[in-house]
Every structure is written in C-alpha cells, then in structure tokens.
C-alpha cells in the first residue's frame, strides 16, 4: 500500500525520536481525521527509580508528563507501508489511571524519512495545487492531431509537454507556475492521463521553513480567489530537498525527490468539493495578461502590511467565511476601508465613505443606473455602521442589503486593475461579464436606488434623507427603521 494518510485511515506502526536511542520502541496508532493526523501512543506509568527493567515507556512517561512533558519537536512514525515524519509536534490530550493514553498532533506530516532528525525542517522547494490555477494558467500540456486514414479510421497522433511556466521572484523567494503531466500507458495497449493540473512552486536557496513556504504562498490564492470570484481550495502540498531523498532498499539514495505533505492549516480544504468549471467562465483575468512582472507586483504588494490587510477580509468573504450577509458587509466594508486607506498613501485618518468613494474613483467605477459614486460610498459605509451599531434605529431592508453587499464585491475586486497595471481593455471587459451585470441589477431588477446621502430609495417610494446636520453615526430618532432579516448569501 502507498505511503499515504486518507480519511478514515488507522495505520498501526512505531514512533521514535531518534535513529540511535536505546530504549524499546514505542507503539502507536496513527489516524486521520478533518484536522490532519493524530498520534494515539499507548503506554505505562513507570520510573527507573521504582520499576525493574526493561523500561519500555520511560520516552513515553517523559512526553506526556503532567505539566513538564518532555515532546520532541520532530518524531518519526514508521509501520509497512514507509515512515512520516511529523513536525513542530504537541500534545493534545492524555488520559489518567492504569493504562494512559496519550495524544500528538503535528503541524506538518512528511511522507518520507530525513536523514537527519532536526527540530525543524528547512526546504529549498515546495510544490502545490490549488483550486483554479489551471484555469488562471491556460497551459496545454497536451496536444493531439488527428488525421483521416485512407479506408477509414484516424491517425492520432500525441504530444505530452509539460515544460511550459513562469516564474518571478518576491520577497526572498523564486516562484514558479508549472505545466504538469503525469500518466500512464502500456505500448500498443492503453495510454490514460492520471492529472495535469499545474502546480506553483516557491523556492529558496539555503531552505525556508515549511510554513514561510506557505505563507509565501498565500498571496497567489488571494489573488486566484479575487480574480475568479469564487471559493478556492489548497488541494495538495509537496516538498523537494536533499535531506528527503529518493531512498533505496539498499540504503542508497537518488537524491531529492518530491515527497507527499499534509499541513494542518489546510488539511480541510483538501476534501471540500471542487468548484465546477462555470465558476471559472467569468474570471476577471488570466496568467498571460498578467505575466511575471505582474506577478511580482502582486506579491511585492501583499507584503505591505497595509494591502494585506484590504485584500484579507474580501478573499474570506469570497472563500464562504460566512453565510450571513450582514458579516460580508461588514467585512467587505472593512476591505474597501482599507483599500482606500492604502490609495491616500498619507496615513491620514479619515471618514470611511471617503475611503470607499477613493476606490471607486481610482477603479474608475461608475454605476449612474444606482447612484452617483459618492452616495454609493455612503451606502456602503451607512449600512456597515448600522449593522455596527445596535443603538442606531437604521437597520437595511434584505434587498438593500443584499444589492449592496454584492455590488461590494465588485469593487473590492475590481481594484485589482490599475493596482496591477493592467490593460484597461480588461477592466472594460469584468465591468461587461456576468459577475458584475448581476450586482447591477440587483438593484435595477427591484427598482432600488442610492440618494446621494447613501439611503436607499425604491421605486415608486418617497426618499428619506438623513438629516444634514446629524453625523452618520448617531441618526436622531423619528428616522425612518427598515425591518431586514439575515439571510444566506
């Protein structure tokens, strides 16, 4: 059976914490759930004071020791079907009386052996796939041509490239979108394609820790979720590096190979349905109008502080963080407040309409069928507040709120354009598809509009304005209450 941890695996093996130690293997149980892989060790209360030899659960004593455990960083996990090495390990759980059972968890699964066992694991290379890279990339690591035969029939002929890819370098490390093909056949019998799903790569000289590779990874999702306006998963990690090598039954090694991993902190996207392939039909760009200049860009962007934070909340409202419309306003609110705070560049503080109405302008975001930029602003940052606010009388009709939360959408995602230096052809594209028609009429379709005030006024309805001299924040009472309900996205 293949190296592997599936759910619902139970794989009963030994631990270790060194190749050298002297004292018995310790037995365990190595299972699989929605948080990753979880280490059941059985043992027995003993003390080289008290106890006669052999000892056998002294290591183990020492790990879940009340209060003063003794957990190596690293242990090794080895049974019939290979060895995992689990990294930046911890205890979870223990159990008292005669016969304790004792819990690890590790941060890190690798599906192979080091050669040395280190606290921690530097890597050059770490490889993974991603919900929607394969359409972002558009590579064609497969070609075919077909051609008639004389007396019937075809001749096919079949080309497998996987050389294509692009590459840039970002904050320390050189990243890499890949073609991949991996297949199998049997000459004059079969030939099936088992995936050909692109990866990205990061890669440092002198090794990065797993998760710097990660997080180093993190902005290229961002940007696949905010480009395709759908929910997107991690769906595979693996590393390369020497100190993983390609090992043979002799001993001998073939040097690095790419080696399975599991990371905790994504372990349980791997099992979330895969989008289908409409969710990638009105995406607002791809990898070729973007190309590694852009690419580097990007990532260079997200390294500030202040840009990460504006893309943060909108891509988790995006990736499904919560069902509830208010939430997503709040949260895209919280992004566009942030994007238009990173737009002023100044580190002035200052209303949040005004930050909003900033990304409108320099998104150049126009929607006259709804309202003028700067009531749509004010929409969005009245609603925010009144959602805020429990004291505030205000609170938006389920069509307010729901015509204003997608239309958010839209702008937060819409800054991608002229941040990235994009051909504005392509904004004047997104601003055409789908995505964005159906967040316009979200409100043409019911007749809502937006005053310039940022109320809300519906077709064939007398608008109420908020009192000019009444800060948005604390509306007098008397002003007209709208009754709204939750409701799923």
Known sequence: MANTLEPGDVRVGHVLEDYEQSDPIQSAT???DDRGGELKVAYLLESKEHDPEPHQFLRANAWFKFNDGDLPKTLLFADNRGWVTMTDTRVTGTSMGNFPLGQIRARALIFNRPRTIQPEYSVRDFMSTID??????????ITFDMQPKDGGGH??????????SVSWTAGGFVYSVHANVSWTGQDGRSFE???????L?????????IYEHYRAQQPVRALLTLVHGAALSWRSHRLRDDEFPMWMLDGSDHGPSAVDVILEATVRQHRAEEPDSSAFVFSAFRLHDLGADGLARWVDLYGDDDFRHAVEPAVEVINGATKFLEPQLMMLAISLDRFGYFRFGDGTRRAMHEHVQKCLEEAQLDWPEIGSRVGIAKAIANVNNDLKHPDRPEYPEIDELAGITRLAEVIARTQLFDLLGLDPILRTDFLASNDVRYAVQGFTAIGITVNEDGTFNHAGQQPVERPANVSPRHPPSGTRVNNGAASAR
Not at 155 to 164: C, F, S, Y
Not at 193 to 199: E, F, K, T, V, W
Not at 201 to 209: C, I, L, M, S
């Open 30 to 32: 190595l299972l699989f």
């Open 155 to 164: 001749r096919v002929e079949l080309i497998v490239d996987a050389a294509e």
């Open 132 to 141: 929607g890279l394969e359409a972002f990339a558009r590579f064609a690591p």
């Open 201 to 209: 790569q990061t890669t440092r000289e002198g090794g990065a820790t």
């Open 193 to 199: 394609i088992l995936d050909n799903r692109p990866y």
